[in-house]
């Protein structure tokens, strides 16, 4: 499991970003895998860069791999994930 992230914060900011999408889109890709794109732009400038990765492929909800950019206001997000809900007592995936 990997899990980087590089972060520059806007440090005159004290609100918190909220997302406009231009593009957002999830597909199925099996029972249980999912695609998902998000693209657009923030309202206010939070983070002057970010860029982060994520491979935690089981142990938490909706685990998988992620890749998130922000530069200024834009932002990409990309995320190939399992739609199932993680039990945290079993150490397994929640059976529907």
């Known amino acids: 499991m990997i899990h980087l992230r ?8 004290k609100d918190c970003a909220r997302l406009n999408d231009w ?3 999830d597909w199925k890709l099996s029972k249980n895998k999912n695609l998902e794109i998000q693209f657009g732009n923030t309202t206010n400038l939070v983070d002057v860069a970010d860029i982060e990765i994520d491979t ?13 950019l922000t530069i200024l206001w834009l932002y990409l997000i990309i995320k190939l994930y399992d739609r199932r809900h993680w039990n945290y007592d079993d150490k397994m995936w929640e059976v529907e």
């Open 6 to 13: 590089l972060q520059i914060n806007n440090p005159f900011n």
């Open 23 to 25: 593009f957002f889109h």
């Open 56 to 68: 935690k492929w089981i142990g938490q909800d909706h685990a998988g791999l992620t890749f998130s």
